[in-house]
C-alpha cells in the first residue's frame, strides 16, 4: 500500500457518520405521542426562533376588560360620503319638485292661451249671431241657410260659448246693461222683463253683457196713490179750465 492510499483510508475514517433522525410525532411501534426532542419539532424550533420581545408579552388576565378598539379610519370618510348622498338626494327631490310644478304652469298657461284664443274668435262672431237670430224672429231663417246657420251655433257651443239672458231673470249688474227701467208691483224685486240684446259668456269670461229693460217692485198703495193724484190734478185742471171760460 503506498502512502496516498493510506491517506486516503485515513480521510475515510475521519468522515462524520450519516445521522438519521425520526420527527415523526407518533411512535409507529406503541402509537402513543412523542416528547419532541429539542431540534426534532418544527413547531417548537419556530417559536423559539420569535424575537424575544415577542415572546416576552404578558398574557391578558382572565376576566380582564379588552382595550376598547379605535373607530376604524374609514368611518369618518364613510359619514361624509352618507351626508353627500343626503343633500344630493334633498336637491334632486327640490329640482323633480320645480320641475312638476313648471310643468304644471306651462300646462295651464297654453289652456289659458287656447281659451283665450277661442274666446276672441267667438267674440268676433257675435255679430253674425245676432243677425241670425234677428233673422230667425222675422222668419227669414229657413231651408240651407238654417241648417248652416244651425252648425254655426252648435259649434260655438260646443267649444264653450254660452248665450244667456231671460225675460224673468233676476237682475245682475255683472252681467246685464239696463237700458230702460220701471216699477210694478207684479215683481219682488228688480227683474229682466225685456231682452234688447243677448248676453254671451266663454267660460267664466263674459264676452258682451246683455241688454235689458229692468221691472222694479213698487207697493200697491203707492200706485193707488199715483193714480188718485193723477186723477185730483185732471179734475183741478179741468175746474181752472171752466172757471177761465167763466
Avoid: C
Avoid at 32 to 46: I, S
Avoid at 105 to 124: F, H, N, T
Avoid at 132 to 156: C, I, Q, S
Amino acid at each position: 500500500m503506498t502512502a496516498d492510499d493510506s491517506d486516503m483510508a485515513q480521510n475515510d475514517n475521519e468522515q462524520e457518520p450519516v445521522v438519521v433522525r425520526d420527527r415523526r410525532r407518533i411512535d409507529p411501534v406503541t402509537g402513543q405521542l412523542r416528547n419532541p426532542v429539542n431540534g426534532d419539532d418544527p413547531v417548537a424550533d419556530e417559536q423559539q426562533a420569535k424575537p424575544e420581545a415577542q415572546q416576552g408579552e404578558p398574557a391578558p388576565e382572565p376576566g380582564a376588560e379588552a382595550p376598547a378598539e379605535q373607530p376604524a379610519a374609514g368611518s369618518e370618510a364613510q359619514a361624509e360620503l352618507q351626508k353627500r348622498v343626503d343633500e344630493l338626494t334633498e336637491d334632486l327631490k327640490r329640482v323633480t319638485a320645480e320641475y312638476a310644478n313648471y310643468r304644471k304652469r306651462v300646462e295651464r298657461d297654453r289652456e289659458a292661451m287656447v281659451l283665450s284664443a277661442k274666446a276672441s274668435l267667438a267674440g268676433e262672431l257675435l255679430m253674425v249671431l245676432d243677425d241670425l237670430e234677428r233673422a230667425e224672429a222675422h222668419g227669414d231663417l229657413t231651408g240651407a241657410f238654417k241648417a248652416v246657420a244651425d252648425k254655426l251655433v252648435n259649434t260655438l257651443n260646443s267649444a264653450g260659448l254660452e248665450a244667456f239672458g231671460e225675460e224673468g231673470d233676476e237682475f245682475d249688474p255683472s252681467v246685464h246693461e239696463a237700458v230702460q227701467h220701471s216699477t210694478s208691483p207684479e215683481v219682488s224685486g228688480p227683474t229682466v222683463t225685456a231682452v234688447l240684446r243677448r248676453g254671451y259668456r266663454f267660460g267664466d269670461r263674459v264676452l258682451r253683457p246683455a241688454m235689458v229693460a229692468v221691472t222694479d217692485h213698487e207697493p200697491a198703495g203707492s200706485a193707488e196713490q199715483e193714480q188718485s193724484g193723477a186723477a185730483e190734478q185732471e179734475q183741478a185742471r179741468a175746474a181752472d179750465e171752466s172757471a177761465e171760460q167763466d
